[in-house]
Nanobody
Framework: QVQLVESGGGLVQAGGSLRLSCAAS??????????MAWFRQAPGKEREFVAG????????YYAASVKGRFTISRDNAKSTVYLQMNILKPEDTAVYYC?????????????????WGQGTQVTVSS
């Protein structure tokens, strides 16, 4: 079992940046065995994959809509995963969720992750 808590959301103007954090309630050694990902859900839309990082930390992968603007990273010593979001656009407005799955890598579907945070709101004004 692992619990996830996101933070760092807020209101930002288009072109700005935000960094989201997701802290896991697991030791660093246990956290390192989980693949992590960020998803987002805009009003009236389905939850969609944004970025992922494999359990080994060596692989990162992104949705086409954010590639080149967003960067996912992890700090196993702090049991935390980050999402650096640059050049934000109004269409990035959504609730952003952190997700975890043991031993996972290159997983992009909602049903492939067993653990979820409560979400953090990101609003980008034009």
């Amino acid at each position: 079992q692992v619990q996830l808590v996101e933070s760092g959301g807020g209101l930002v103007q288009a072109g700005g940046s935000l960094r989201l954090s997701c802290a896991a309630s697991a030791s660093g050694r246990t956290f390192s065995t989980y693949g992590m990902a960020w998803f987002r859900q805009a009003p009236g839309k389905e939850r969609e994959f944004v970025a992922g990082i494999g359990w080994s930390g060596g692989s990162t992968y992104y949705a086409a809509s954010v590639k080149g603007r967003f960067t996912i990273s992890r700090d196993n010593a702090k049991s935390t995963v980050y999402l650096q979001m640059n050049i934000l656009k109004p269409e990035d407005t959504a609730v952003y969720y952190c997700a975890a799955q043991k031993w996972s890598d290159y997983r992009v579907r909602v049903d492939e992750y067993g653990y979820w945070g409560q979400g953090t709101q990101v609003t980008v004004s034009s």
